[in-house]
């Protein structure tokens, strides 16, 4: 039994691997197929299925609803990506730092991550509330605005104030991933550094950074996708408005298949944004391992 | 030297405070809220303790929804949905650990690409498949799906933990005589509760919390779950609804915030673990 | 290894047993013998009226219950769709007429014109049918409740300035509303901010609003050309738009937060006598009035404001029945109970919206002064069906082109030429594809 770390034959693990492999190809990558299929036909909810090509395509080229919500898409997921691993990497390296109570913050932190999505809209449309919300309550007093603000239907301010709520709700996320590799970096490479005598902020270049790299660019990808697809925590707070401003690609998709029941074209606006994603993520990822090989 | 690290111990902590407050403070704001008489809502002043608390729209909530019923049907819910993926996954988890065939690139694979698709291409197709089934409209169905929902990041966490766990130990095991489950389960997994907490932890709240699959998947108003209830409140207009509306989502945030504090530890280094060992 | 796959599947076969050992089986059970009926009443009021309603069958009708079902106005469109699509469908649902000639048009709903009888057919008013009827003649739901838009104001605002508020023997025109809006807008304290705006109305979502206003300016957006629908806004569209902008920006007498709030949120800053008046708002909002105004706050019904005419146009709320329903007979017979003369009167009183019986608006109840209803029910008679009812597409049309586009241009961000363009341009964008289905 001393080949025990070697009997490995791809029908053992196949056996160990199944319980957990027959429900996803069940669950998910079956009506995933079918779904990325149905994209590729003219299906609309109470009539027959029927295959129609690239039709639902050459239709996106000229719908200007499409663009819109895509050039939305991408102003919200790029600036809330890096809004959020910006900030959880700062909210990391405090925690690294290991002051007093710092599981106490460590633990509150997660506040955000914990709440349910429609919650967390919830939650921020009582704090942007004309009428109720706290922040035209202070901002009055403090003498900075003097009328009232609608934040969630201005046309001015609603995409920053959705932007925030969203960068809230994501900061836990990026922070616990980044703390994890900042934990993960051995000590004895800041020692080396120390006897050299090399400041704090020499240290951050020169060890946690590179050090840090697989983990930034794991989150960044990751949170790219996840943000994309955002759905939950927008839909409640604007439900794509005011004039269809923060229709993110998701709320568009999700419009056509239960609003309008034109589930082929929502299916057809799913297969963009996982072409869109794919794209962006691999010429990310091989900047990044590029860079990391040099 | 020591009035550096104390300065920048207190910066820190300035940091860190100013972080809890940004992060922390609109929970506060809205458990505020549901304790606030409607009137004082809408008062238009400005202050964190209510003014003369109530539990009116706790009261509201608890006549007028199916409150308990729906939280009932998320717990058995997420209980069940956390206990089959857990255990469906640790096999597989060892599984892609110890072995490297083709299949752990494809298992790896389909981790990393099921969080590129938008739900919207599933959902459709998963409609109707589960109602083929006679799975819509039961909360079979809806385990089934939160089980493979959870699925991909707890096989993630799992199996980089697995790495860690010495191969000598198994070997030991097996030269005893043990077969592969009994190592599996009696071996290995005692030595992966970090992992299998935050596992636990992950799989439980996002069932607990999930809202777009059951929307679609229920229909039935006795087998709702509680986000589902609690979306029923935001569609409903009007300034007499704002406390209940807070009041319900202080009820349903609660046990997601309870189990993260208890499982804090636990998921952090289960994180670690997960995220870096690859 | 064997006895390992055995562990694994035996622990799936076992959650299942636990699953099916949970007492939620049962409750599936009397589900598929009852009749599901989905309500969307949300006034506190009218949620009981509704289940007192459900409660008097079910005790009269043992053999058939009615599960009441609470939906929302805004999940239910998502419930019904899918539940068309698989067949998993209530047997009875609440919702209005714009979106269930939609529905009809795809033929999800079971053609009512057959079952109904003629006490019914000849009491509900002839505007109520016309908003659920279908070209071939098929209803598509049974109209109960009709919004009409209404305008409130400020009892103690108006007879300190000096102004006769409007009666429904003399009502204003718009110019009049204009001229008083603009009095009505004062700056008490005197420090160049105003206090007090003489109006205001919600138009965060305004199509609703412009559309069935613009009809007693002759407006009606939807043409039918060629058998096509096709979307102009031409001089009588444009009327209503550039009244209300240009009270907004030049005479600066409607309130600015009217831009991007919905009516009822406006009401709290009506009681806080922020606005003198508040116009286009749903006849139910009286409810909040009634329950929620402050004891010293006196408040009055505008009768329709005059512009060519009186004019407004209206949708209902209906009962269907969905093609898919089993007990179509049984269904239509709880339908002809919480309809009944004295039951949709109950259902509109306690929802505050009139309802769509001749027979109940000639109750006394519905000729209330002090509750408003006197004046809400004298205006039953201006209520007009727009031209875009049955319009293929109108609903995506509604929140796709219309509503976004009117909220940019109540914003300040078109002006009224760019506003009207854009909306004859995108509509051809969305009509089009209902076009192709050809339906």
Redesign the interface.
Known sequence: MSDWGRTRTSTGQLKLLLPALIPVLLFSLIPLIRGIYLGFTDYRLGDPIQFNGLANYVRMLSDVFFWKSFQVGFVWTLVVTFAQVALGLGLALLLNRKVRFTSIYATLMLVPWAMPPIIRGIVWRQVYDPDAGILNGVLIQAGIIHQQINWLSSFEYVIPAVIVAGVWGEIPKAAVFVLAGLQSIPKDLYEAVRIDGAGRWKEFVHITLPMLTPVLAAVVSLSFMWNFNTFGIVWVLTQGGPGGLTRLPMLAAYEEAFRYGYVGYAAAIGNVMVLVISLVLFSYLRVQLREQKQ | MKTRTFI??LL??A??IL??I???F??V??IA?SFRPTAE??S???ALLPESPSLDHYRTIFL?QKIFTSMG?SF?VGI?ST??AV???L??A???A??????NNV?LG?ILG??????????????????SMAL?????GL???Y??WA?PFV?WMLHGYVRTVP?DI??AA??DGA???QI??RIVAPLLLPAIGASVLFAF?SA??E??FA??LM?????MTL??E???F???????R?GP??AA?VL??VP??V???FL??W??SG??AG??KN | MKRFILVGAGVVVLGTIVFLLLPQGEQTDSSTTRLRFVSLAWQEQALATNRAIVAEWNAAHPELPVEYVQGTWNSVHDYLITGFETGDVPDVFHYESSVIVDFAMRGFLTDLAPMIEPEMRDDILDVAWASVRRPDGAICGIPFLMESFIGLYDVDALSAAGITPPTFERPWTWEEFRSVARRLTVDTTEDGTVDRWGAAIGLRNSANIVMNLSIGFGGSFFRKVDGQYVVRAGIEERELLSTIHTMLYADRSIAPSSVGQSGPAMIPGFFQRRYAMLIGIGAWGRQQLVENAPRDFRWGVIPPLKARTQDIGTSTQTLSIPKASKRTAEAMAFIRFMLSKENMARLALSDWMLPARASCLEQAEFNDPATGWDVTTASARFLKTGTWTGAPGYVEWKSRVANPVLQEFFSGRLSLDEATARIEEESNVVLSRYQEDGR
């Open positions: 920048a111990d820190t902590h940091g860190l972080f809890m940004f992060l922390v609109p929970l704001w809205m809220t809502i809408y238009g002043t400005v007028e049907n058995i069940c206990l089959i255990l469906i996954a096999p597989g060892y599984a892609l110890r072995y490297s065939t083709r299949w298992v389909w099921s969080q590129i698709f938008p739900v919207i291409l599933v959902m459709i197709p998963l409609y109707i498949l589960l109602r819509t409209d039961s909360l079979i385990t089934l799906v089980v493979v699925l096989l191969l198994e070997e097996a030269i077969s592969r489950s599996i389960f709240v607990w919390n809202f777009f929307l679609v229909k039935d108003p006795n087998l986000q589902v609690l979306a029923r935001t569609g409903m207009e009007g300034q007499a704002t509306l807070a989502s349903a945030t997601s915030v189990l993260f504090g804090q530890k998921f952090s994180l670690i995220a870096v």
